[in-house]
């Protein structure tokens, strides 16, 4: 996913072909090292194409997919438990945080990171 977010990066910064070099860059902004491999995966497969096609068609493929939330309500409902009190996290809070904080999700990045991409 760091790929994809690095080339979607590039591409907003105005490249609108990014090279393997200007993926490392980005990536090596963040002090992430890049797996040539991958790299090149996402590369080759999205080389050429237009990213908002990509972007468009990618949504109407998670317009099938079901959000979830009748579920999570459902569930709540069969525990019989309710709702955690006030000031209590659920359970499964923490874990969730910790696992996401290695990740900058686009819509937080910095106007610096902004910048670097704009050079490069």
Known sequence: ???????????????????????????????????????????????????????????????SVPAGGAVAVSAAAAGGGGAAPAGEAPAGAEKEEKAGRHCLPAPYITASMMEEIQDT
Do not use: C, F, H, Q
């Not at 992430?32 to 096609?53: P, Q």
């Not at 468009?56 to 998670?62: E, R, T, V």
């Open 1 to 63: 996913m760091r790929y994809v977010a690095a080339y979607l990066l590039a591409v907003l910064g105005g490249n609108s072909n990014p090279s393997a070099k200007d993926i490392k860059n980005i990536l090596g902004s963040v002090g992430i090292e890049a797996d040539d491999e991958r790299l090149n995966k996402v590369i080759s497969e999205l080389n050429g194409k237009d990213i908002n096609e990509v972007m468009n068609a990618g949504l109407s493929k998670l317009a």
